[in-house]
């Protein structure tokens, strides 16, 4: 079964750092457009980074910019660091793959796959 595996969240204070894992299993993610999202506390999901397979260009999302690094780890894991975290980066983290996420890594129900997301709490 194709699916994700997410891992590296939890609670951590303004100023603090925390690095996301996204494992790939039953497929490869090498030809596929890979992001994450976010979802905080009665906010919509939305897009932080995204990376297209064919150009490898990464967007990011404005309020994340020189903070938040996406890499392609190998052929089947991505990962997100997270540094100089911000109360406001409080959310659920999902992690996720599609044929096309677009230029501006847009949040849309149809997206092929999603990982359970992780908890990434910011808080003094």
């Known amino acids: 079964q194709l699916h994700f595996v997410e891992s590296g969240g939890g609670l951590v204070q303004p100023g603090e750092s925390l690095r996301l894992s996204c494992e790939a299993v039953?497929?490869?993610?090498?030809?596929?457009?890979i992001g994450w999202f976010r979802q905080a506390p009665g906010k919509e999901r939305e897009g932080v980074s995204c990376?297209?397979?064919?150009?490898?260009?990464t967007y990011y999302a404005d309020s994340v910019k020189g903070r938040f690094t996406m890499t392609r780890v190998n052929g089947n894991t991505l990962s997100l660091e997270m540094n100089n975290l911000k109360s406001e980066d409080t959310g659920v983290y999902y992690c996720?793959?599609?044929?096309?996420?677009?230029?501006?890594?847009?949040?849309?129900?149809?997206?092929?796959?999603w990982g359970k997301g992780t908890l990434v709490n910011v808080s003094s």
């Open positions: 990376e297209g397979a064919a150009d490898r260009r």
């Open positions: 996720a793959a599609d044929t096309s996420l677009g230029d501006y890594c847009e949040y849309y129900p149809g997206i092929d796959y």
């Open positions: 039953g497929f490869t993610l090498t030809y596929y457009d």
